[in-house]
């Protein structure tokens, strides 16, 4: 109907408007972690995953130190797509660049994870925990790599 019609060109209309603002931002201050990271949220609302990833790496390759959503999303993002070998790539290039980045040590670790990979997750669990002790949460899955590697001492440890 010509409301449905309507709804729907005004829906493209809000998504281009604020796609336009984000980018006017950006071309004054292209490092601009927070704009990126908006512009991720926006595509990623919209359903456009691959712009989204691209928007969030431009924030995390601008300053690691500042991008920790972008860090979190991306990683979500990775994981939905089962991209997990890209995401090894990325994060282990930030780490590269940033080591001990604690926002990245857990997004290696969780690509670890969904790559199979479960020595990779363990050493990646291992820095971040060493940072972020209390994380109950990254204990709970080390623990449970090192019962999958046949390792269930290592986990009380």
């Known amino acids: ?13 809000r998504f281009e ?16 972690v927070a704009a990126q990271t908006a512009l991720g949220d926006l595509y990623t609302a919209y359903g456009r995953n691959d712009d989204a990833i691209g928007a969030y790496q431009a924030a995390v390759t601008s300053d690691p130190s500042q991008a920790g ?22 994060f282990r ?15 290696l670790a969780d690509a670890a994870v969904a790559a199979d990979q479960p020595q990779t997750a363990i050493e990646a669990f291992d820095l971040f925990l060493a940072q972020s002790r209390d994380n109950v949460d990254a204990l ?5 790599l090192f019962t ?5 001492e290592q986990a009380l440890a």
Do not use: M
């Open 1 to 13: 109907s010509a409301d449905v019609a309507s709804s729907v060109a005004t829906d493209a209309d």
């Open 17 to 32: 408007l604020a796609r336009s603002e984000l980018q006017k931002i950006l071309d004054g201050q292209p490092d601009n």
């Open 69 to 90: 959503q972008a860090i979190a999303r991306l990683s979500a993002l990775y994981r939905s797509a089962n991209r997990s070998e890209e995401a090894l790539t990325f």
């Open 93 to 107: 290039q930030v780490l590269r660049d940033k080591p001990g980045n604690v926002a990245a040590l857990r997004a």
């Open 140 to 144: 709970v899955a080390q623990g449970n």
């Open 148 to 152: 999958q590697v046949g390792q269930p």
